[in-house]
Each structure stands twice: as C-alpha cells, then as structure tokens.
C-alpha cells in the first residue's frame, strides 16, 4: 500500500487560504486565520521545523545559528560605499523565520514613527491603531519589586498586553555590564527612560527579551503561535518547501490579475495548490518582493532580464529598501567576567553553563538581556554639525549620486515629497527620537576582530535607526544554460540580488557622517565611570598611538573614524519597505494598499516587514508581530463580507 507523500498530504486539503513563509508574521496570520471554522489555511515553508533544537531555544546560545542550515545566508552586492565590501545577510530559514534566530529583543518604535505611515496615507497604520496589536501579540510578565530595582526594569503596564502567545520578559540573567549601563549613561547627561515601550524609546532602559519564563527558552511564532493550536485541522503546515510563484490568471470582467494558487517544490518535485480565498505573502523583506517579480508582478525591466512575463507593472516592488547598519567596537574586560564567547571556547565553562540551565533553568545560558539607549543626533554632536549635515538634505534628491550639497529649486526640491520631509524632520535637532542606538555587551561580537585565546572583550555597538540610504532586492537576470547555453528563466533558486546602497547619493552621505560622529560618543561611553572600571582598554580599533613626550605640549587631534566606519559597517539586520504601503499616492508610490493588498491583483496581499513604509526606531519583531495581528484581522473581516455577499448572492 502506498501511502500519500507529505505533498500529497498537503494537497489534499481544500484551502481558502495559502500563507507563504511561516516566519515571524506568516504563523501570526495562519494562527489567526484557523481561528474562523470557515477557513482553512495552509502553510507553505522553506525551512525545517526545529523546535527540539538547542541553538535556537537556549537564550545564552544566541547567534550560534548564524551561518548554518537555519540561515538563508544572502549576501549583497558590492557596495561602493562599504569601499566595494560585499557583507552578508542572515535571514532565518526555519518555522518560526528570523524570529528563530535574532537576538530576542523586545521593543517598539516611537510614536511618531507609525504616525509616519499614516501622514503618508495609510490609514490605521499610526501608533494608536497600532498599539492594540502590540498588545495584542504579548504575555508581558511582571518583575518583581526586588528584580525592578536591582535591573532599572522599568515599565507601563498599560501598554503592555496580558493574554497574547508572546511571552516578554526581563532577562533572568544579563551580561555583567548591564548593571553599570544606567549610571554610566546618566553620569554623561542622559537620562533613564521610565517607559520605552509607550512611545518613546528615547533615552537609558533596561530591554525586554522574547523569553517564555517557564521554561527559559526563546519565545518565538513557532511555539508560541502553532505549537498551542496545532491540533486544528483547519491548520496546514508544510515544510522544506520552497515556493515557486503565485498563479496568476486574468479576470476579464476587471482586467485585473486573481491569484490562484501557488506552485512550489518539496523533495525535488513540482506541485501546485489552489485556493478559493486568499494568497497571503509572508516571505520578509528579502523574498516577498522576489516572489512578487517570480510571479509577473514588478518592473517589467527586471521581469523582462529575468525571462519572467509581466503581468501588472509596478516599478516600486523591490525598491524603498531600507536598513538599520552597525559598527562593533571591540574592548578587552577584566579577565574574571564570564562572557558567552568565553563559554564557547571552554569546554569546562561550557559543560558547567549547560548543567546549570539544565537543572536550575539559571546561569548565564538564560543570560539574554541587554541595556540600551537611544539617543537623538543633537545629544552628541554640535549644533554647528547638524546644520551642516542638515545642508545636504537641502539637495534636489537625497538618493542623488554624489555627496555634495545640491543646489535647491524651490519648485523641484525633492524634499517637498512629504516622505522626504519626514525623512529630514528627523535629522532636526528639535527631533524627540533616537537617530542612533547604543548597546554595550560582554563579548567580541565583531567579525572584523580576532579574539585572543584566555581574554575577555565586550563590544560597543552604534546602530543608525533613521537611514537615508535607500536601496533594493531584485530577482537576478537569466542565466545560460550549462547543457544548452539556453536562456533559463531566474527561478526561487537564484539568490535575489540585494543592494542597500549603504552610504550612497546625498542621504547616504549623511549616513556615513552621521555614523562617524556617533562613533565618538559610543567610546566615550566606554571612558565613563562605572562602566569604565570593568574595562581594560579599546583593543578594535587600535586606540591611536600617544604623541612623543618631546611633543607632549602640543595638542592632540581629534580620533578621525571616517575610514574605519566605511571599512567595518555591517547590517544590523533590520530590512524594509520593499512591497511598501503606497498610501496617497497609491501603485505611484508603493507596492500594497493600506490593507496590504497588491495592487492590480485580487486575493494577493503581503504582510510583513517589507509593507512598512518608512524605517522605525527599534527592533522589529514586536512591530512584524503586530503587522502580522493586524493584517489577520482585515483578512478575516474581508473573509466575513465576501461570505455575507456571497451568501446574498452579490458575488459569483
């Protein structure tokens, strides 16, 4: 007797709702979605199911699955403003997606930051409409009084939910410097934020983690959002899946494309689902806009190169690409402070760590937490400064080759688009959020520095939040044939090309300096007491070399990190804006309305990091969370008024 394949399995379902990627927002939407008996949803999934797998689950293990067979590992394109560097791309290739793999970091943007998205015409999509979904998504447990002290464990409880499958905690162990953070940052004028999760991550504060605290083990949209309801037969998930495209046919009456169904390969054969509701694309800001090209929908320049017909022309999928970009400076600690990179290195230490957590669920495998502050480029730099940085936002384009200031038109500015009045208003001085983030943590996160066996480092961290770089992922052009030097057609197998033209055009210019700058402060951190005393010396870069005593007189100059930014800047990992909102200005300016429904076809919509139109101030999970929260909510309440019309007999 031969049984059905998993593939066959899968198929044999009669869905009305196909969800591509059960990643971070994909399982939001799946999970919501089988929660109406009248829909049955399937889940298409690149990635294996991994949920016994000790380099995801243990907190203290984070970034061990970086570059292993959970990761995509893509790579951008050489960047002329990284001095031709190509620096990689790690995305999460597993149920769960990046969420399976990211530092676990709980945090939302400011408020004026969704506000953006709603000034652009995106109705619902600013931080009053958001904040329900925040809530939403999170189970946020409450320290104690002792805890809240000892940590600065600050919080709002109203802003925090109480029932959702995300579960948030303050960490039960953080690095050793965390305890000096506060003091530290207040010793140099910057004060402790009391609730950066209510609008304002501004400021010193103590962040939460995505950590289930009966367990101890990462919380991310696999356990949290399948796990508990997988029992459901409305619930479909397949894995190591890999989507080709979405099948498009045209619909006469309206002219307009309808998605199908969805063809993709499991176990190196070809299959096809159809769907009678909904195709919703859940794939991330790298492999949404790829599949939306795989599929026709895209500049027919690019569908053209790649052998792909098109089927509606929108210029803008793949573009608006933006991306928070870090610097690591590295600094040797005292030798007795125990750090993830020394357990790694320590069979001993490591052997004991595992023991401990194995046990007890403490000790520094559960240690996951950090301190942080987000600051505005006026706290560390000079008024003179910003106004001549802000003189190049005063050019005809911020995406204009060249990083001199242009000559303004009051007619033709292009900073009289309102995206890129928002974009400057930010750079302002009188701007209330945080142009850079600053995180100290105990252990040698650089990929640039070689640690020395036997000693300690920690790592002082610059991440730009509000970028002006612009860039984008596109599918590749075509390539031969090795039997017949044919033309293929680009396939999902072919790595999208990914170009975030990291300090290019005038904006990226402004990037470059502005990072530059941000440099300077993050080592005067590391100089301020107490954070200081547990610091030996700054070991990446080398601290420059002191002048000849025959010189001591003679003023030293100023640290230059302009080189050193260009030649060590890497991805914070936080993409965007790639099948962005189009609000206002409609299929002119994006890629989904503001019910995240492509436009030009009917029953496809994306719902993920890629829809948001503008960069936040923060780590995204909690914000794709909430994208994935609400986009299930107008999914389902379409699904209702199809069903009420249909029902009526207003619709075939």
């Known amino acids: 007797m031969d049984f ?3 593939a066959e399995a899968f198929l044999s379902h009669d869905f009305t709702h196909i969800v591509i990627g059960g990643g971070t927002a994909g399982l939001v939407v799946a999970s919501r979605l089988s929660e109406d008996p009248t829909i049955t949803v399937g889940v298409l999934e690149a990635g294996p199911a991994a949920f016994d797998e000790p380099r995801i689950n243990v907190p203290g293990r984070l970034g061990e699955t970086l570059f292993t067979e959970y990761d995509w590992q893509f790579e951008t394109t050489t960047q002329p403003g990284l001095g031709g ?13 990046s969420s399976a793999m990211n530092f676990m970091m709980w945090c939302r943007g400011n408020t004026g930051d969704y506000d953006a998205w709603e000034k652009l015409g995106n109705k619902g999509w600013g931080w009053d409409g958001m904040l329900p979904y925040f809530k939403k998504s999170e189970t946020f447990q409450v320290p104690t009084w002792e805890y809240q002290k000892k940590h600065k464990a600050h919080y ?23 305890q000096y953070w506060h003091e530290t940052l207040n010793n140099l004028g910057v004060k402790s934020n009391p609730s950066h999760m209510s609008g304002s991550s501004v400021g010193a504060w103590t962040a939460l983690t995505a950590i289930d605290p009966s367990t101890q083990k990462r919380c991310y949209s696999a356990p949290a959002y399948y796990l508990p309801i997988s029992h459901r037969e409305n619930l479909i998930i397949l894995t190591n899946a890999t989507v080709r495209n979405v099948v498009l046919e045209r619909n006469s009456a309206s002219d307009e494309q309808i998605a199908k169904g969805v063809r993709f390969i499991h176990n190196s054969k070809e299959h096809t689902v159809n769907v009678s509701g909904e195709i919703i694309l859940s794939a991330g800001s790298v492999q949404s806009p790829q599949l939306l090209e795989l599929s026709g929908i895209g500049d027919p320049a690019v569908l053209s190169a790649a052998g792909i017909e098109t089927k509606v022309a929108n210029p803008n ?5 933006q991306d928070h970009m870090s610097t690591m400076m590295v600094y040797e600690l005292d030798p007795s402070i125990i750090t993830p990179e020394a357990i790694r290195s320590d069979p001993l230490l490591a052997a004991a760590a595992d023991e401990q957590y ?10 996951a937490g950090y301190a942080a502050a987000y600051l505005p480029f006026s706290h560390y730099t000079t008024p003179e400064e910003i106004s001549r940085l802000a003189s190049y936002l005063s050019s005809t384009s911020l995406s204009s080759a060249g990083p001199e200031p242009a000559a303004q038109s009051d007619d033709t500015a292009s900073t009289s688009r309102l995206r890129d009045q928002i974009l400057s208003s930010r750079f302002s001085s009188a701007s209330p959020g945080g142009q850079i983030e600053f995180v100290f943590d105990v252990s ?14 920690g790592t002082m961290m610059q991440m730009l939040q509000y970028p002006f770089s612009v860039g984008s992922i596109h599918i590749p052009a075509s390539s031969s044939s090795s039997s017949s030097q044919k033309e293929r057609p680009t396939t999902s197998d072919d790595k999208p090309v990914i170009n975030p033209r990291y300090y290019q055009g005038v904006g990226g210019h402004v990037d470059f300096l502005t990072m530059a700058a941000a440099q300077k402060f993050g ?5 301020t ?25 003679e003023e030293e100059e100023e640290e230059n990190w302009e080189q050193w930014v260009r030649d060590t800047m890497i991805t914070d990992w936080h993409p965007v804006g790639t099948c962005a909102m189009g609000g206002d200005e409609g299929i002119q300016g994006g890629v989904v309305d503001d019910r995240l429904r492509v436009y030009g076809v009917q029953g496809l919509r994306v719902c993920d990091a890629s829809v948001m139109p503008l960069q936040i101030a923060a780590h995204l999970q909690a914000t794709v969370y909430a994208i994935g929260e609400k986009g299930a909510d107008m999914i389902r309440e379409d699904w209702v008024e199809r069903r009420r019309r249909m029902e009526m007999g207003m619709m075939d």
């Not at 925090?160 to 965390?178: D, F, K």
């Not at 080592?523 to 100089?527: G, N, T, V």
Request: glycine content about 10%.
């Open 4 to 6: 059905p394949t998993e």
């Open 85 to 97: 560097r190509k620096i990689p791309w790690n995305r999460g290739k597993v149920l769960g997606g």
């Open 156 to 178: 709002d409880q109203e802003h925090h939910g109480t029932s959702g499958p995300l579960h948030t905690i303050y960490s039960a162990e953080y690095g050793a410097s965390c």
């Open 317 to 321: 999928v793949g573009e608006n690409l």
């Open 358 to 367: 194995e046990t007890s669920k403490t000790g520094p495998r559960t240690a």
């Open 444 to 457: 040698n996160y650089s990929p640039f520095f070689t640690s020395e066996p036997g000693k300690r480092y």
């Open 523 to 527: 080592h005067r951190i590391c100089e």
């Open 529 to 553: 007491r107490p954070l200081k005393d547990i610091i030996v010396k700054r070991v990446f870069p080398p601290l420059p070399l002191p002048l000849p005593k025959d010189n001591a007189e």
